[in-house]
C-alpha cells in the first residue's frame, strides 16, 4: 500500500520472473558456456553480463562503459540480433528463460564478447568521414541555417554515435568484408551536405569505388537495427545519387 493507503502498481515483469532463473549461454573461443542468472524486475542484458563477470567467472571478457561518456560500447548479439545491451531488457529479449550471448558480427573477436573496432574506424578514415576545411578556411564562422536542405540531410544521420550494430547487422560486410558498412557511409552523407566542407571531390570518389555506396543491396538491415533510429539505407542511397551526379559533372568538363 502507499501512504494514502491506495494499493501499489504491481509490476508485471516483477511478478513473472519473481523465483525463476534465466540460462545463458555466452559463446566463447569456438564452442558456448552456460550460465544460470537470477530473474529480477527490469533487468537489463548488460546486468545479467555484469552479474556473471562478477559473481561466477571473473575472466569473461566484455566491453561497456555506461555513464563515462561511450555510449553503445555494449553492443553484442542478443539471440541473434545485435543490440546495445545497456537498453535492452531481459523481458524483451529472452526467449522464455533463455538467453544467447555472441560478440557483434563481422569484426575480429578479441576475446568472448569484445570485438576489435579498428576496422570498423579505419573504414570511416577510408570514406573521408572526417570534415576537410580546406587549405584556406575562412577566419569567421560559416552561417549555416537550420531550415537549409543540406542542413536538414545531415541532420537525418547525424546522431550516429559509432556503436558499430549497423555495421554488425549488415549482410553486406558480410559478404565482402571490404564494403565500407553503413556508418561510414552514413558519416559521409552528412558531410556531404557540410557547406563548410571542401573535401567532397574526394569523398565522392572514395564512396563510389568498388567497396562503396554502390554495393549496397538496400536490405535495410542497418536501419531496421539502429538504436538510435536512424536510416544508414537512405543515407547511402542519397551517396548514389550524389556519385552520379558528379560522374556527370567530370563529363562535362572533358566535354
Same mark, same amino acid.
Given at each position: 500500500?502507499?501512504?494514502?493507503?491506495?494499493?501499489?502498481?504491481?509490476?508485471?515483469?516483477?511478478?513473472?520472473?519473481?523465483?525463476?532463473?534465466?540460462?545463458?549461454?555466452?559463446?566463447?573461443?569456438?564452442?558456448?558456456?552456460?550460465?544460470?542468472?537470477?530473474?529480477?524486475?527490469?533487468?537489463?542484458?548488460?546486468?545479467?553480463?555484469?552479474?556473471?563477470?562478477?559473481?561466477?567467472?571473473?575472466?569473461?571478457?566484455?566491453?561497456?562503459?555506461?555513464?563515462?561518456?561511450?555510449?553503445?560500447?555494449?553492443?553484442? =548479439?542478443?539471440?541473434?540480433?545485435? &543490440?546495445?545491451?545497456?537498453?535492452?531488457?531481459?523481458?524483451? @529479449?529472452? !526467449? +522464455? %528463460? /533463455?538467453?544467447?550471448?555472441?560478440?557483434?558480427?563481422?569484426?575480429?573477436?578479441?576475446?568472448?564478447?569484445?570485438?576489435?573496432?579498428?576496422?570498423?574506424?579505419?573504414?570511416?578514415?577510408?570514406?573521408?568521414?572526417?570534415?576537410?576545411?580546406?587549405?584556406?578556411?575562412?577566419?569567421?564562422?560559416?552561417?549555416?541555417?537550420?531550415?537549409?536542405?543540406?542542413?536538414?540531410?545531415?541532420?537525418?544521420?547525424?546522431?550516429?554515435?559509432?556503436?558499430?550494430?549497423?555495421?554488425?547487422?549488415?549482410?553486406?560486410?558480410?559478404?565482402?568484408?571490404?564494403?565500407?558498412?553503413?556508418?561510414?557511409?552514413?558519416?559521409?552523407? =552528412?558531410?556531404?551536405?557540410?557547406? &563548410?566542407?571542401?573535401?567532397?571531390?574526394?569523398?565522392?570518389? @572514395?564512396? !563510389? +569505388? %568498388? /567497396?562503396?555506396?554502390?554495393?549496397?543491396?538496400?536490405?535495410?538491415?542497418?536501419?531496421?537495427?539502429?538504436?538510435?533510429?536512424?536510416?544508414?539505407?537512405?543515407?547511402?542511397?542519397?551517396?548514389?545519387?550524389?556519385?552520379?551526379?558528379?560522374?556527370?559533372?567530370?563529363?562535362?568538363?572533358?566535354?
Amino acid at each position: 500500500m502507499t501512504a494514502q493507503g491506495t494499493p501499489e502498481a504491481v509490476n508485471p515483469e516483477a511478478v513473472q520472473g519473481a523465483g525463476r532463473m534465466l540460462e545463458v549461454r555466452v559463446r566463447r573461443d569456438e564452442g558456448f558456456q552456460t550460465f544460470a542468472v537470477a530473474r529480477r524486475p527490469n533487468q537489463t542484458v548488460l546486468d545479467v553480463v555484469t552479474e556473471i563477470q562478477r559473481e561466477q567467472d571473473p575472466t569473461l571478457a566484455y566491453r561497456f562503459a555506461c555513464r563515462v561518456g561511450m555510449c553503445g560500447s555494449c553492443g553484442m =548479439t542478443v539471440n541473434g540480433r545485435p &543490440r546495445w545491451t545497456c537498453r535492452t531488457r531481459v523481458a524483451e @529479449a529472452a !526467449a +522464455g %528463460d /533463455a538467453l544467447v550471448l555472441e560478440p557483434l558480427r563481422n569484426l575480429p573477436v578479441v576475446k568472448d564478447l569484445a570485438v576489435d573496432m579498428e576496422p570498423f574506424f579505419e573504414k570511416w578514415r577510408r570514406a573521408h568521414g572526417y570534415f576537410e576545411p580546406g587549405e584556406a578556411p575562412p577566419e569567421d564562422f560559416a552561417p549555416v541555417r537550420p531550415d537549409e536542405p543540406e542542413r536538414r540531410k545531415a541532420d537525418a544521420g547525424i546522431e550516429c554515435i559509432n556503436c558499430g550494430v549497423c555495421y554488425a547487422a549488415c549482410d553486406v560486410v558480410a559478404w565482402n568484408p571490404d564494403y565500407l558498412g553503413p556508418a561510414a557511409l552514413n558519416r559521409a552523407w =552528412t558531410l556531404v551536405n557540410d557547406v &563548410r566542407d571542401r573535401g567532397q571531390e574526394a569523398r565522392l570518389a @572514395a564512396v !563510389a +569505388g %568498388d /567497396a562503396g555506396c554502390h554495393s549496397c543491396h538496400s536490405h535495410m538491415s542497418c536501419t531496421e537495427h539502429c538504436p538510435k533510429a536512424l536510416s544508414p539505407t537512405f543515407a547511402i542511397a542519397g551517396l548514389k545519387r550524389e556519385t552520379g551526379r558528379a560522374a556527370l559533372r567530370r563529363l562535362w568538363r572533358k566535354a
